[in-house]
């Protein structure tokens, strides 16, 4: 069966900070990969989608910057954190041949103080 | 352009009762389809019922089934027999296209707080 794992689970720091969050998937291979974020009470908002290493589409001009560099690794990145890039951060995975459901890993909480 | 509307904020149901969930959607893809996900205060977003633009009879998983009105454009998620683990925040999500070589992307609405009351 299929996994997908985030860490870490929460992340306080402060502004000017760099930031790395972590997304691996297990089980599956050449999967679909996706970074949302989500504000509290709010919908999800995808920032980035990857179909294959190396390869990486920005749905959102921002900050934040990701990376694939093994098939079933995602990592999103930030060299300088804002106030504003607080929020609950979801990886997904899916199957880019099928109905397209996705999977999503259990979030990151970031906190930028 | 592609858009999803839930437009309601909060719900409540009783126990044992059945509730139904709005989502509208536009799109000028001939080809998509639809999702529902369930959010529980852990934060997780968990699938729970997927309906294709093509498929002739509406999308049933366990107590969740998906009310597909094509040419209103809605798909309503219906859940039977309401429990109190059923209290999240649900949210309607919409793909365009399909098949091998599709990004996948998901569009999502801005969700439905349900609360089951016992």
């Known amino acids: 069966s299929q996994t997908i794992h985030q860490w870490p689970a929460t992340l306080v720091q402060p502004v000017g900070s760099p930031l790395s969050l972590e997304c691996t998937v297990e089980?599956?291979?050449?999967?679909?990969l996706y970074w949302y974020r989500q504000a509290a009470g709010r919908g999800l908002q995808l920032l980035f989608y990857?179909?294959?290493?190396?390869?990486i589409s920005s749905e959102v001009p921002q900050n934040l910057s990701a990376s694939r560099p093994q098939d079933r690794q995602f990592i999103l990145s930030s060299k300088k954190l804002l106030l504003s890039d607080s929020g609950f951060y979801l990886c997904?995975?899916?199957?880019?041949?099928?109905?397209?459901?996705?999977?999503f890993g259990p979030g990151t909480r970031l906190t930028v103080t | 352009a592609q858009k999803i509307t839930q437009t309601q904020p909060g719900m409540f149901v009783q126990e044992k009762e059945a509730v139904t969930l709005d989502c509208t959607y536009d799109?000028?893809?001939?080809?998509?389809?639809l999702f529902w996900y369930k959010q529980p205060s852990s934060g997780e977003m968990i699938f729970l019922i997927y309906?294709?633009?093509?498929?002739?009879q509406n999308a049933t998983e366990g107590r969740y089934s998906l009310n597909f009105q094509k040419a209103r454009k809605s798909a309503n998620l219906v859940i039977s027999a309401s429990q109190l683990g059923d209290s999240a925040m649900y949210f309607c999500?919409?793909?365009?296209?399909f098949g091998s070589g599709n990004t996948g992307k998901l569009i999502f609405g801005q969700g439905t707080t349900l609360q089951v009351k016992p």
């Open positions: 799109t000028s893809d001939p080809s998509y389809g």
């Open positions: 999500a919409m793909r365009e296209g």
């Open positions: 997904a995975w899916s199957r880019g041949s099928t109905s397209g459901e996705q999977y």
């Open positions: 309906q294709g633009s093509y498929d002739q």
């Open positions: 089980g599956t291979s050449n999967p679909n």
């Open positions: 990857s179909v294959g290493i190396g390869q």
